[in-house]
DNA sequence: AACCGCTTGTGAACGCAGGAACAAAGTCGC
DNA sequence: GCGACTTTGTTCCTGCGTTCACAAGCGGTT
């Protein structure tokens, strides 16, 4: 009757979630039964506090004193996360990268499925990729109706990647992955999350750099 | 003489100082001058106020009344991020996911080449891929000494990330982007970022079906 | 030359995530 | 059956990042 669970689960804390499940699955092909705070947040890079903190988002889940139990664990953050449902995507743009997207398997054991992969390069439709066509792009709307498709990755150009962003709103998909190095623009409801490869070197650029400039700046 | 500029910047700030780059520069081939916080907050899709924030990072560049001059700030990003020098890279696991950041050209333009391509299997080596042939991982150590390399991506399989990582640490790597689906272990002084693609979708997942919860779970 | 509008740069408050410390609770040994 | 140990779940606190709001400064105009 009471829900003192809280609906909001904290962004980060979704992300670690996931984490959390990869290592507990890696647990669970391995044998194990229990795991405790201190070792799963080993191996997920995390503080053990933090873990607890957000294993305290799906209620209570351990055994004081002993752990936590893999299998059990396992599903549930796997219940959360809503991994037992397949989720349908779109891909947009079949260059190398969404290639190599399309063809990875690691995202049909995660519960995501590709339904269309798409492009409007004539030289690429029809191209099979992981078991699949490419289609033309015209088909995009008519597909994301069909297949009730809600996630949607763009690896296009970045020069049509709002065109694209726009078309996948208007037909319906909520979410959208964006590869592409623009910053989209989406109407409210609709999420977007960018995974910038440059952004990323840089910044790693800048902190290897940084990391030497203290010694040169602080001559005292 | 004073030394009023803390040496240190905020990595979130480190990230958006590079979209920010990136913005300025299609600005500057679209023959504008000059622009203010608020437009460029807007194509870089955060708050004016937190764009001031962070330039304000590298000292006064903007005139107050009229805006930023493009190329100027732009000259001023690109030299704290760094981008004027080439950074060498060593990318190892020329899967799929390897082979299509290999080819991709957005790198080069940024400052990143890569100078050594590294996999394990005998199938792929002496493959051409960007205009390079791909190594036996047994070069890796001396090709990282021979380059000075700073950088190393790693697109290899979950399994033997970590091995890889350990021996691009050992050869005097500082900065490692890591592609595989595990947390990695590194001494102290060595920068690791992580790209999960399946934590990104299982994310806007959960958010996309958090979306429609309020509506289930709060029937007042 | 003085005024006015516009934009930057900065100071302060708010909210959130992360980390450390502590109490509750369960198990193992005697 | 009882005590001690281990580990969870929670609470407090500190620090960072973000946002709002205002004063300072520059250009254009009269």
Redesign the interface.
């Known amino acids: 009757m009471i ?1 003192p669970r809280p ?3 904290p ?1 980060a804390t ?2 670690r979630l ?2 959390y499940l ?2 507990l699955s890696t647990l669970a092909d391995g044998g194990r039964s229990t795991v405790s705070s201190g070792e799963l947040a080993t ?3 995390v503080n053990p506090a933090g873990l607890r903190k957000d294993l305290s988002h799906l209620g209570p889940c351990g055994v004081r004193g002993v752990g936590y139990e893999v299998d059990t664990l396992r599903d549930r953050i796997g219940r ?4 037992e449902r397949s ?1 349908p ?1 779109v891909l947009v743009g079949i ?3 969404g ?3 399309a ?2 398997a ?2 049909g054991s ?3 499925e590709f339904v269309g992969l798409f492009d409007a390069s004539p030289a690429r439709i029809g191209q099979r990729i992981g078991g699949q066509a490419v289609r033309p792009i015209d088909e995009l709307e008519a597909v994301v109706t069909a297949t009730q498709a ?2 949607g990755v763009i690896t296009t150009p970045g020069a049509v990647a709002q065109a694209v962003c726009d078309r996948l709103a208007a037909a319906g998909v ?4 964006n590869f592409a ?1 623009v ?3 989406t109407p409210d ?1 609709v ?1 977007v ?1 960018k ?17 030497l ?2 010694a040169i ?1 602080e001559p005292a």
């Not at 909520?174 to 992955?177: Q, T, Y």
Request: hydrophobic content about 45%; overall charge positive.
């Open positions: 829900q609906r909001t689960i962004e979704v992300a996931a984490v990869r290592v191996a997920a890079g959360v996360l809503g991994v989720r995507c260059g190398n990268l290639s190599a997207l063809d990875y690691g995202f995660r519960g995501f809600s996630i909520r979410s959208i992955l190095p910053t989209l623009a409801g999420d999350r995974v910038d490869l440059s952004v990323e070197l840089q910044v790693l650029a800048f902190l290897g750099q940084q990391r400039a203290p700046g």
